[in-house]
């Protein structure tokens, strides 16, 4: 481990393998320190505190386990949304990291996330000339329906499977999207 | 007082450990908060508190769960056609408390170990039942579902950090969400 390889990284890797058996809570920077072949120190150095390690994790976690497919159309979204939610599903641990992360009170000033340029862009090419408003408070509502923290939501509090997910997705696009809609959505 | 019926009932001690602790969230945040100074600002002995909440995060659930009730109060809705309004004026109080909502909103999202993530599920579904009894289970559970989404800490978290919105915009699109997904039961109500 010697070799200048990116040790924030490699910290990172160690905790994925770790929440496949614990939570987030359970791995302690000990026990990171000890899967990365690196002391608790480094560990400290580079995450001072555990909101800035859960912060870093999940927007690592959203790049690595979970890439967003590409879309364009809301067809195409819609079977983004569908395959983040199955991924999720498959490793539940790294979702709700992922989710928790995203409602962190950010440490830094995070790059704009992928999905949300995405978002305005389908809209844009959907319904050009969409007036301000509506173009911004359907963008939000999709952004938000389409996030881990919606999978987890809906896991947790109504104990619903990925497939379940997006069937809940499916209605409370299909109003947020009917002014911006020219073809049908979840046909 | 909406939810007021399911809190548990407090000591006085208790009270100013969660108080003590939701101020020095706001102060420096939920991690660079020792136990010490907890019990420093609260006037209490740290064991005292270590014998209500013996870890870390029975404390910050209890806080987080003590801070929706208290400073994040909702008014109790009448009708299922009222909670628009009612998450409109709680995307207000979460832009007036940002590091607050931060908490209860990350709480709400940690799976079983975690807060509540649907706390008003139940209530919701009392009324879309009583009010829009034609409407099939299944549809009322995925309404209920997208509105207990919207009816959260997360939604103003997401629209704030992710689109980069302004409170009254937030407060705005979060209530036009909510409308849009009673769109569908406007005219079905039972007369």
Known sequence: MDKPVDTEAAILGSAVALLREHTFEDISYLDLAEATAVSERTIYRRFPTRSHLLEALASWIEAEQFPLPQFRTPEEFREAVRARFRAYETAPGCAFVAARGAALSPTTQAPAVPITSAIFAMLDDAAPTLNGRDRQRIAAAARYFASPMFWARMRTGFDMSADETLEAFDRAMLPILAPARKTSWAA | MPEADLAPELSSTQTAILTAYSELIEEVGTDDVSFRLIAVRA???????????????????????????????????????????????????????PELAHVVAETALRGVNGAEPAPRRDRFDTMVRG??????????????????????????????????????DIADAAMWAAEAQLDPIRDRAAG
């Open chain 2, 43 to 97: 006037g209490v002995g740290e064991r005292t508190i270590f014998r209500y909440y013996p870890a870390r995060v029975d404390l910050l659930l209890a806080t987080s769960a003590w801070i929706e009730r208290t400073i994040f109060t909702r008014q109790e809705s009448e009708s299922i056609f009222d909670v628009p309004l009612a998450i409109r004026e709680a995307m207000e109080a979460y832009d007036r408390r």
């Open chain 2, 131 to 168: 009010e829009v009894p034609a409407l099939a289970e299944h549809e009322r559970r995925l309404l209920v579902a997208a509105l207990c989404h919207l009816d959260s800490a997360a939604t103003w978290v997401t629209m704030r950090r992710e689109l980069g919105m302004a409170g009254r």
